[in-house]
């Protein structure tokens, strides 16, 4: 089974999604923003992923400068804490699989937990080809 966390108005979480079922699978689909996160969740994940709050913290486009996360001296409770608080502060996507647990930027990272890969040649929605007409990653 795959879970992709997942933001639909995110670009690289957009081609992740694709990239996961143009490889033939059907991921279970987590809109984090809308259903937030668990403590025991996101600390799982984190230690899965081996992330830490700090780098696991979406800096743009979200209120982490608005909340001061930004500031060397923050700790990684209080980051952790604003995450549950507001979901958008997590880094996306974020995808488990069988092989392992990642932060998928760039979007073609997710090919290192994937079994299968999608048949190439295969683009990312701006074009950019990451796997070409030989099935190698580009």
């Known amino acids: 089974m795959i879970v992709i966390h997942h933001n639909p108005d995110c670009g690289t979480s957009r081609n992740v999604l694709a990239i996961i079922k143009a490889a033939g699978y059907t991921p279970v689909v987590i809109e984090y923003l809308k259903v937030g996160w668990t403590k025991?969740?996101?600390?799982?994940?984190?230690?899965a992923a081996?992330?830490?709050?700090?780098?696991?913290?979406?800096?743009?486009?979200?209120?982490?400068?608005?909340?001061?996360?930004?500031?060397?001296?923050?700790?990684?409770?209080?980051?952790?804490?604003?995450?549950?608080?507001?979901?958008?502060?997590?880094?996306r996507p974020i995808v488990c699989t069988a092989k392992g647990v990642k932060l998928c930027r760039p979007s073609e990272a997710v090919l290192d937990i994937l079994e299968q890969w999608p048949k190439g040649p295969f683009a990312k929605e701006d074009g950019e080809q990451i796997i070409d007409d030989k099935g190698e990653r580009c």
């Open 40 to 47: 025991p969740q996101l600390q799982a994940l984190f230690a």
């Open 50 to 91: 081996n992330l830490t709050p700090k780098t696991a913290l979406r800096k743009t486009k979200s209120p982490a400068q608005e909340l001061g996360l930004l500031q060397e001296s923050v700790s990684e409770e209080t980051i952790f804490s604003a995450m549950l608080e507001h979901p958008v502060l997590v880094n």
